[in-house]
């Protein structure tokens, strides 16, 4: 997907770009730990200049692996954790079928049947989540009333069953760490607008770790890196 001016009046190379990018979207760094690692290689950038190449790219980093990725299966694993936006705390909606694979991601202000209604309509859109036979969550009352609502609309079928086990949901809880690790040196966010692209970004780049992307094996960061450079247009 070559767009020529995806990097265009950029004062900088794509590919230092996408590397500062790839850093801070992949470890637990901050703006200015990248500022500093790019400085060790010659390379003299700001920490706001790296901010504004991540919400420039990050959204555009899930919006082009999604086409490529891996068919999940039919069994949901749905929980939200919590972030803090300008000193307040909102709701991140995640679901991973019963390998661990992401199936999608909603950041939300509130935490109620209309926010979990509008998540499992979002992940039932994607198209490579297959219609889920049994979903499950935590005790949150919120989601039986969401559930019945899409069941009741035929969006889901009435053979799905909803099970509310909090622990057959340990694996998505531990799977909620990797974006907590990553947002945790940046000390919350300071809009709802910024998280919400930044986390776009953790996103995608953790559905490249899980191997998630056709083709790409779990751990070949060389590899990874390849597709996003591929996926930029950057390489053949």
């Known amino acids: 997907m070559h767009d020529p001016a995806l990097f265009k009046w950029r004062h900088f190379e794509a590919d230092i770009i996408l ?10 760094l901050s703006y200015r730990n990248v500022e500093e690692l790019l400085r060790e290689r010659g390379v003299w950038v700001d920490h706001t200049t790296v901010f504004r190449w991540v919400q420039r790219y990050a959204p555009e980093l899930d919006k082009r ?3 490529q990725l891996k068919a999940t299966n039919d069994s949901y694993r749905v929980d939200e954790t919590y972030i803090k936006i300008k000193k307040h705390w909102y709701y991140l909606y995640r679901a991973v079928d019963s390998t661990g694979a992401t199936l999608d991601f909603m950041l939300s202000a509130t935490r109620d049947a209309d926010a979990a209604e509008r998540f499992f309509r979002k992940v039932l859109r994607d198209s490579h989540a297959l219609t889920p036979r049994v979903i499950t969550v935590d005790k949150n009352a919120a989601y039986p009333p969401a559930f019945d609502a899409l069941q009741q609309d035929s969006t889901l079928p ?3 069953r909803l099970r509310q ?6 694996m998505i809880e531990q799977d909620h760490r990797f974006v907590k690790r990553l ?11 910024t998280a919400q692209r930044t986390i776009q970004g953790y996103e995608a780049m953790h559905m490249l770790r899980k191997g998630q992307i056709e083709g790409i094996a779990k751990g070949d960061v060389l590899a990874q890196n390849r597709v996003i450079n591929q996926i930029f247009g950057l390489a053949a």
């Open 183 to 193: 947002v945790n040196p940046g000390l919350g966010f300071g809009a709802f607008h």
């Open 19 to 28: 590397c500062a990018v790839r850093w801070y979207l992949r470890y637990a």
């Open 65 to 67: 692996c999604r086409p």
């Open 165 to 170: 086990c909090k622990y057959l949901n340990n």
């Open 158 to 160: 009435e053979t799905c």
